[in-house]
């Protein structure tokens, strides 16, 4: 019985016969759901592209299919019917226009999102999983007939520039225009027939179901108790239900990331990373040098990636080696911009500002105020009206709420940008020379520290801890953890992710002056946790948003070996001469040592709690290397050297005396 069913399912005559019947029963059904131009679109699809799309029809039930091939002329359509729709309303500037989300629909929904995997596949201790049958099993419960009465849109997608041999091919099914609007601007676009010829070439691609559901008279998803984000990481298919936010809708972003880094985990083990980073380049001395950084979501990182002069992305990065140069390189999944809108302003934000107020820039703004057909936001720079519309409905300035919500958001694309950079679009993308790991911490880390080695790189990225922020619904702004920033798109176990970045910094195809370095960085310290909090004085931040500038062209100068650092437990932090100059050359600001004492200080308790508290969290891990311990135990060792000598905080004065007292010539 066994060869038998062996013999059904190989190449055999009969085989072949049937797989060629269910091509053309599924083209038959798929073709009665289409006009001509879209008929003429499907042919140019391969088999292993139709048989998703059809899986996708029969189970959602629209009354019509539209194949978007990315051209003038589907885009103008999907435009079009965004509008006539109402996902989104025309505002005063051509090619601008708004989306509103349901008030309870705003951020990521971390409850419902779940891996659906096998019962021996393991999950990140920090997901939530759902045995494969049983999750599928809900989740095509839930899309049953979905779309009735609607028009699914499938669109061809690559994650990554064209031709690049680390894009994801990636398969969008929607029933929302704006979703595919979105899409637009954010990712690369192709036709059927060159998507289907890099599906053959790959081996693999990412499926993608969305649909919004039934929608209430406000035009917002009804049935959010249905709501769920899905991801199948055997199958590397997604099924998102019950919802418009981007960050639960628009799939190739956040949800495919998942898959890649499974992808990665599976097929690429120390030789690709896909990252939760921003990539960015700084001019210095003539040379542009690129940085990729990894901040939680709402912790700045968008903000950071415009301070440079080359701006590749601002979100997610494709990391790989290129083995005959020896370097590490970076594309962009993306081509375009996802970000939050609060604080975005002329002052701190010119070329953002030069996008979402140009007249011949294509715009869409989500859950934001609107009056007279223009958009207003907390933080823009300009006197709010008395009164408007927003997410939850008719708003005024008298009710005491915010304008807009605290997650609200643009779209746009990276080349109506005055910085971005061509090679965004460069298959071989750009060579990094630093990874930097930050987020909200409001108490414990220095502003910049360069981590002493490869293994050192690692544990930074990995004990990251952060306030939540409002791109999650129900964050509370305590503090969680939140390894290399991307512990939430990261599927496989903790355990494994930690021996494939050590295994990547390791790989011998590395040459070893290519190896970027790497940086914790902290711009998020508060004057009341270095004591600098007078009585009365409401609590704040040490620096401000413009210094990011200095801080990233430091980095750049360190990285080179151009400037002398101090050597700490931890790693390396630059001197308050350098940072001085820079200060006064980039943005004519007067540095204050005392500024400068509080930010790079080490304040010892707080650090040796952060390592005890890392220790106890990754001893709960399995298959965690033995190097990752031995780095943080040494930390320790080492902090508690410093305390029995010098007190309990250390400056940076105090540290080079130390270290000309005790390390040997």
Avoid at 80 to 106: I, V, W, Y
Avoid at 134 to 161: C, T, W
Avoid at 362 to 372: A, C, G, M, P, T
């Amino acid at each position: 019985m066994k060869n038998e069913n062996k013999k059904q399912d190989g190449n055999s005559p009969q085989s072949g016969k049937l797989d060629i019947l269910r091509l053309e029963m599924m083209k038959t059904f798929l073709v009665s759901l289409m006009d001509e131009s879209n008929c003429d679109k499907l042919m140019f699809c391969s088999p292993a592209v139709i048989a998703p799309i059809f899986n996708g029809a029969i189970r959602l039930d629209p009354s019509s299919i539209f194949i978007n091939t990315g051209s003038e002329e589907d885009i103008a359509y999907i435009r079009h019917q965004a509008l006539k729709n109402n996902e989104e309303s025309p505002l005063s500037f051509q090619g601008h226009t708004c989306h509103f989300d349901g008030p309870d629909d705003q951020g990521r929904d971390t409850a419902n999102t779940k891996y659906l995997a096998y019962d021996d596949t393991p999950i990140s201790s920090l997901q939530q999983k759902v045995e494969h049958r049983a999750g599928l099993l809900e989740v095509r419960g839930i899309m049953n007939g979905l779309m009735k009465d609607k028009e699914l849109i499938v669109s061809f997608i690559s994650r990554g520039p064209i031709g690049s041999p680390v894009a994801d091919p990636t398969l969008q099914i929607t029933d929302s225009y704006y979703v595919t609007h979105s899409e637009f601007l954010l990712y690369r676009m192709m036709d059927p027939d060159e998507f289907s010829r890099d599906v053959e070439k790959k081996g693999y691609l990412f499926i993608n179901y969305h649909s919004t559901g039934e929608i209430t008279s406000t035009n917002v998803s009804a049935n959010l108790q249905n709501r769920r984000i899905y991801m199948d990481v055997e199958r590397f298919r997604s099924y998102s239900t019950n919802n418009q936010y981007a960050g639960n809708s628009i799939a190739p972003k956040k949800i495919n990331h998942r898959f890649a880094n499974m992808n990665n985990l599976r097929n690429h083990f120390g030789t690709r990373l896909d990252e939760h980073m921003f990539v960015t380049g700084f001019e210095v001395d003539g040379n542009v040098v690129y940085f990729a950084g990894a901040y939680p979501s709402g912790c700045g990182k968008t903000g950071t990636a415009m301070t440079g002069s080359s701006l590749v992305g601002d979100d997610l990065a494709k990391i790989f080696i290129d083995s005959k140069s020896g370097e590490v390189r970076a594309v962009n999944p993306e081509k375009g911009m996802f970000g939050i809108i609060e604080g975005v302003n002329r002052t701190d934000d010119p070329e953002t500002m030069d996008v979402l107020e140009g007249e011949d820039t294509e715009v869409i703004f989500s859950n934001l105020l609107l009056h007279n057909r223009q958009p207003y936001w907390e933080g823009m720079g300009r006197e709010l009206p008395e009164k408007g519309k927003n997410f939850a409905g008719d708003w005024s300035k008298k009710s005491g709420k915010p304008a807009s919500h605290k997650n609200a958001r643009f779209t746009i694309s990276l080349d109506a940008l005055a910085n971005h950079d061509s090679a965004t679009e460069d298959i071989k993308g750009v060579k990094l020379s630093g990874l930097l790991f930050g987020g909200r911490d409001y108490t414990t880390m220095p502003t910049i520290v360069m981590a002493h080695d490869w293994m050192n790189t690692v544990v930074h990225g990995a004990i990251i801890r952060s306030a939540t922020t409002a791109t999650e619904i129900g964050a509370d702004g305590r503090e969680k953890r939140s390894p290399f920033a991307n512990e939430a798109f990261f599927p496989g176990p903790l355990g494994q992710y930690i021996k494939h970045y050590k295994a990547f910094g390791e790989n011998q195809d590395i040459n070893e002056n290519n190896l970027p370095s790497g940086f914790q960085v902290n711009y998020w310290l508060h004057k009341s946790a270095r004591g600098t909090l007078a009585p009365g004085e409401k609590d704040g931040l040490v620096g401000e948003k413009r210094d990011t500038k200095v801080w990233m062209l430091i980095m750049a100068l360190m990285h080179q070996n151009k400037v002398e650092t101090i050597w700490t437990p931890i790693g390396c932090i630059p001197k308050y001469r350098d940072l001085k100059k820079l200060f006064t050359d980039v943005i004519g600001k007067d540095y204050e040592r005392e500024t400068y004492t509080q930010q790079f200080s080490l304040y010892i308790d707080n650090l040796v709690s952060r390592v005890d508290l890392s220790i106890e969290e990754f001893a709960k891990e399995k298959g965690m290397p033995s190097e990752f311990f031995h780095t943080l135990d040494t930390w320790r060792r080492d902090l508690l050297a410093l305390k029995s000598t010098i007190g309990p905080v250390v400056t940076p004065a105090q540290m080079i005396e130390y270290v000309a007292a005790n390390m040997p010539e």
